[in-house]
């Protein structure tokens, strides 16, 4: 079995975990990547020609001005609006608590000056040039936020050029896999001053590769140093790769079986991308060139329809709605369907479970950030309550944004945060509806009946006296309402007022909109 198995490793087979697909959609104005784990869309990100994402991108500001109510600058980055950046994002940050500290041996002996909120705004006065990296995009009106904390990526590791402290991601839980990254991070060459963490690709990863990794970080970094020397103020210094290079960069590693991208070109962009890194991940790079859409012969595009919807279905036959607000974004579970078996708390469990499983890849899938707020089936057992809850901070852990959980609360209610470094792919692809604004509903005929006689009784009171004859332009829908239903009601109308009123419809017309006119002046009139 030992002999079958080392067969299986030599010839690049993986012994167990599902199988990973990329497929790459390259066109003129977007690009998209998606990834399959047996099939089923787990990651998917896209990128328009229009809209080059900025996020992690490094510019040369300057400070416009001071808001110290908010404790806050903005700072322009040659973008339409000022980029925001508070006191806070001003100052040296701590490593995050998903990355464990490592000291090394050499420390420097200059002790630093604690800074503090009250020192930024004579840090950097109004005027002064600074340097700033994106941390969240322009979403809505506002503009981006930006910080002072700049740290480079590598395939392997980050690079944090103004903070001198070392971690590795707690993400590789390997005990001795741990113990050998920390030799080869104290190891390193690395410039005093400056930090670096490893990353979760870095597990299992020859020491020569992160050499060469910090090597390349670090003739970026000259490069951005030079630029913010010899750059006007409000320059670009580094934006982020595009996101095919991205994709080699962060998703491109040992665990994919298969890329396949419909562009040539962009092919063989991406195998001298990833030649130095990996030979087997360059054989797992393909063209492809059927006649079909690449993402509709791999099965992608039906799955994005289906996650996208308003009400997605779980495999049980319960299901989500899933309704985005400025304020937060909501998320109903409903058992539908799954009417289960005779153990209801079973059925219940089942069905929040799925939820859970469906709610991470959601998130992930549409990008949604900010607060969330999770209405799972009510479940009387605490026990169960803290089975779902558990497993959502599990099936939290592969997502690349930050995201805090708390713990099902009395009423049913799981809320939790997500980093928002962009808007959501629906925010991003879609524009209110110009016939509800945006609503999703507009007014019934009823309504608008009613609405309409309330205008007819102000206009021909009013005009009583000048006016005798009113043309009346209304939607097809309400004027059918207006036939069969109330037509008493408005030959009562005019009886009352001694006029005559007539009726068109127009299918262009609003249906929450009407005219009314003098018939023989064709004059509208308002109320």
């Known amino acids: 079995m030992n002999v079958i198995e080392t067969v299986k490793r030599f010839l690049g087979v993986r012994k167990k975990g599902p199988k990973i697909k990329l497929i790459i959609s390259s066109e003129k104005l977007e690009k998209r990547v998606a990834l399959l784990e047996d099939g089923q869309l787990e990651e998917y990100s896209i990128e328009r020609e229009t809209d080059r994402n900025i996020v992690g991108g490094i510019f040369k500001g300057k400070v416009r001005n001071i808001e110290h109510g908010l404790k806050a600058m903005f700072v322009d980055i040659g973008y339409e609006k000022n980029a925001f950046l508070h006191f806070w994002d001003a100052m040296p940050a701590a490593l ?81 896999e741990r113990q050998r990254l920390r030799k080869i991070l104290t190891e390193l060459s690395l410039p005093d001053g400056m930090g670096i963490i490893i990353r979760t690709a870095g597990e299992g990863q020859k020491a020569r590769f992160f050499v060469r990794d910090l090597s390349l970080l670090l003739d970026q970094w000259k490069q951005i140093e030079t630029g913010m020397q010899e750059k006007p103020a409000a320059s670009t210094l580094m934006l982020e790769p595009d996101l095919i290079a991205r994709t080699v960069r962060d998703f ?63 495999p049980c036959g319960g299901y989500l709605v899933i309704d ?62 803290q089975t779902v809850y558990h497993r959502m901070r599990d099936r939290l852990k592969r997502d690349k944004a930050r995201t805090h959980v708390l713990p099902i609360s009395a009423l049913g209610l799981m809320e939790m945060t997500r980093q928002r470094a962009q808007e959501s792919l629906s925010s991003s692809h879609y524009s209110p ?38 043309k009346v332009t209304v939607h097809p829908d309400l004027l059918t309402r207006l036939r069969n239903e109330d037509d008493e009601l408005l030959a009562d109308i005019q009886r009352r007022y001694s006029s005559r009123l007539s009726f068109r419809s127009d299918a262009t017309l609003h249906i929450e909109k009407f005219i009314i006119t003098n018939a023989v002046t064709n004059q509208e009139l308002t109320v």
Request: proline share 3%; with cysteine.
């Open 96 to 176: 995050d608590s998903g990355i464990e500290a490592v000291q090394r041996s050499k420390t420097s002996s200059v002790v630093k000056k604690k800074i503090t909120a009250k020192d930024i705004p004579s840090i950097y006065p109004v005027g002064s040039d600074v340097m700033v990296q994106v941390t969240k995009g322009p979403i809505s009106n506002k503009g981006p936020r930006v910080t002072t904390n700049i740290s480079l990526a590598g395939r392997y590791m980050v690079l944090m050029p103004f903070n001198d402290q070392c971690g590795i991601s707690r993400k590789i839980e390997d005990i001795k």
């Open 252 to 314: 491109l590693t040992e665990t994919v079986d298969e890329v396949q991208i419909d562009d040539l070109k962009e092919v063989e962009r991406m195998q001298t991308l990833v030649t130095s890194i990996s030979k087997r991940a360059r054989k797992a790079i393909h063209h492809y060139s059927g006649t079909k859409p690449i993402f509709d012969y791999f099965g992608v595009q039906a799955q994005i329809d289906k996650a996208f919807l308003r009400q997605v279905w779980l």
């Open 433 to 470: 509806c110009p016939h509800c604004g945006g609503k999703g509903v507009v007014k019934s005929v009823m309504t608008m009946s009613v609405e309409l006689q309330r205008a007819l009784h102000t206009l021909m009171k009013r005009h009583q006296d000048e006016v005798h004859e009113f």
């Open 324 to 385: 985005e607000t400025e304020a937060m974004i909501t998320i109903d579970v409903n058992t539908g369907r799954n009417k289960g078996n005779k153990d209801m708390e079973k059925t219940l469990l089942q069905t929040n479970l799925e939820a859970v499983d469906e709610i991470s890849r959601q998130l992930r899938l549409r990008n949604i950030g900010g607060l969330i707020v999770c209405d799972f089936i009510d479940m009387k057992s605490r026990k169960d309550q």
